[in-house]
């Protein structure tokens, strides 16, 4: 069994690393082997879970699981032909075991043939009598495929048997969102709450398609109802934001961002929304302040500069606005309309030269708008 990472040490977890300090040799079960070394390896300690099978090996050296293990460590490494050697050992031993399958469909995977990983994961599938382990596996290989339907229908199986299973829930709306399926991802949402309905994520997830489909009225309930049943989901706080600033609500847009940085530390893209909202509301003052504590928040957030530019430049301060459209270059040099904003400055500074060489970037980098084109003719 796979442990959570966040659950604190057993028994024998304890006594295995009493046994480490002390050079002491202890008998363990081969079942307290296994939760040891899944422990280690969900909380990445590599080395200490290669101790544990080694150990866990000399003592069960029969043990089918624990060099199942040994396996999985092998094709973590990449050390495929000695995982591949060890399976052959382990399918003449015991062939009706689903793991020998999901492993080789793991170093498949990881060798970028998808197509073959696919085909041993249905292997898997029919000796499990349907493990949801094996449906989430094959969910990923789809998704690596590019083959989003077949791939939303087996994280479908897997949220169907477990609904607490939000990473296949996560998954599911991703491949509807990839596929451009708003409609079919707000009645598969709705469908699960229905049966779910005190569960946040698919609340915030149902927000979110509202959102992308401009149905804003029916966002912001969903976000509501995110925050009801749980009332320290910041995702849903900064997502109601969001659509009450389309909705024009921009000082209850400015609570929810706020509540964002009361409920952990301050964003500072909560701080770049507060700062448009203020400019909205025409409190320059604090518009400026909460640009400026944006990028004292990330400096490497090149919207953020960019958000100080447009406001020095629609206050016509075009020098300070060239210092800091400048910044937001330095970032990202490769984004045409950070060089469209660098030439109007520029323009506007009768710099003439520079213009022109800002918007050539521009172009270069892909800007091809009218306006783009007028400017520069001017």
């Known amino acids: 069994m796979a442990l959570d990472p966040s659950e604190r040490p057993s028994q024998s977890i304890t006594k ?6 002390t050079n002491d040799v202890y008998f363990f079960d081969a079942e307290d082997f296994e939760e040891i070394i899944h422990h280690y390896l969900n909380n990445g300690k590599i080395s200490l879970a290669k101790k544990a099978i080694k150990i866990g090996l000399q003592q069960h050296p029969g043990g089918i699981h624990l060099k199942l293990l040994l ?28 793991e020998i399958y999901i492993q080789r469909a793991n170093i498949y995977s990881k060798k970028d043939n998808h197509e073959a990983a696919v085909e041993l994961l249905n292997k898997a599938l029919e000796i499990s009598d ?44 991703y491949c509807f969102e990839f596929l451009e399926d708003y409609d079919g991802a707000i009645e598969y949402l709705n469908n699960y709450l229905e049966t779910n309905p005190y569960c946040q994520v698919a ?9 992308v489909k401009k149905m804003y009225k029916e966002a912001l309930a ?22 009450l600033e389309k909705l024009g609500e921009y000082e209850k847009a400015i609570e929810s961002y706020e509540t964002t940085i009361t409920i ?13 909202c203020h400019e909205r509301l025409n409190n320059q003052d604090q518009a400026k302040y909460y640009y400026y504590q944006t990028v004292h928040e990330d400096p490497l957030l090149d919207k953020g500069w960019l958000a100080i530019t447009d406001f020095y430049f629609r206050n016509e301060d075009y020098k300070k606005a060239l210092f800091y459209v400048n910044k937001a270059i330095n970032i990202d040099g490769q984004n045409p309309q950070y060089w469209k904003k660098c030439a109007r400055i520029h323009a506007a500074l009768e ?23 007028l400017n520069w003719s001017e």
């Not at 952990?264 to 448009?276: C, F, I, V, W």
């Open 16 to 21: 295995f690393e009493s046994m480490l300090k």
């Open 71 to 98: 396996v999985e460590v092998l094709v973590f490494e990449n050390r495929f032909q000695k995982a591949e050697t060890l399976l052959d050992e382990l399918q003449r031993l015991d062939s009706r075991n689903e």
């Open 130 to 173: 349907g493990s949801l382990d094996v449906y989430s596996l094959l969910g990923m290989e789809y998704l690596f495929m590019d083959n989003f339907v077949k791939a939303r229908e087996n994280f479908m199986i897997c949220v169907a048997y477990d609904p607490t299973d939000y990473a296949s829930l996560y998954n599911v709306v």
């Open 203 to 211: 609340w915030h997830q149902l927000g979110k398609q509202y959102y």
């Open 222 to 243: 969903s976000f509501d109802f995110a925050i009801i049943a749980d009332d320290s989901f910041i995702g849903a706080y900064f997502e109601k934001g969001k659509v």
């Open 264 to 276: 952990e530390d301050p964003t500072s893209h909560a701080y770049l929304r507060m700062g448009k």
């Open 351 to 373: 710099q003439y030269d520079e213009a022109d060489f800002s918007y050539r970037q521009a172009v270069e980098l892909g800007n091809y708008e009218l306006d783009t084109w």
